[in-house]
């Protein structure tokens, strides 16, 4: 059974990929509409807008710039830690694992049709 929908109140955790960072901030359920138009989590150290990383996400450790690099490509691409407490799948461990991963994730997001096309003609 999903954790997060067990009990709860638990923290999100936010990413700063300027200073290689990440914080847990109140989670956004746990607010009023109110408040939650108005918030815009800001790293305490360079001020700028942090991401939405998700519950299970791991920071690397800061000095680790591959692995930060790698955490930034899967959120720019869409990916992120936010699951039901299940797992948030595979994600590439290495950076140089990231290219095929990407590739893999956008050939699965094809039509049947072009799946098909690329598999005849491959």
């Not at 997060?4 to 009023?32: E, T, W």
């Not at 450790?61 to 039901?84: A, P, S």
């Not at 948030?88 to 039509?111: I, M, N, T, V, W």
Request: charged share 25%.
């Amino acid at each position: 059974m999903c954790r997060y929908a067990m009990s709860g109140p638990y923290k999100d955790i936010y990413a700063c990929f300027n200073c290689r960072k990440s914080f847990k901030q109140v989670s956004r359920h746990d607010l009023s509409p109110e408040v939650v138009a108005q918030l815009e989590y800001k790293c305490p150290q360079c001020a700028t807008s942090m991401v939405s990383m998700g519950q299970d996400f791991q920071a690397p450790k800061q000095n680790d710039t591959k692995q930060w690099t790698k955490v930034m490509m899967l959120y720019r691409h869409g990916f992120t830690y936010h699951n039901c407490g299940c797992g948030a799948g595979y994600r590439p461990a290495d950076l140089r694992e990231l290219s095929d991963f990407l590739e893999q994730q956008e050939a699965g997001k094809a039509s049947e049709g072009k799946r098909l096309l690329q598999r005849l003609t491959s």
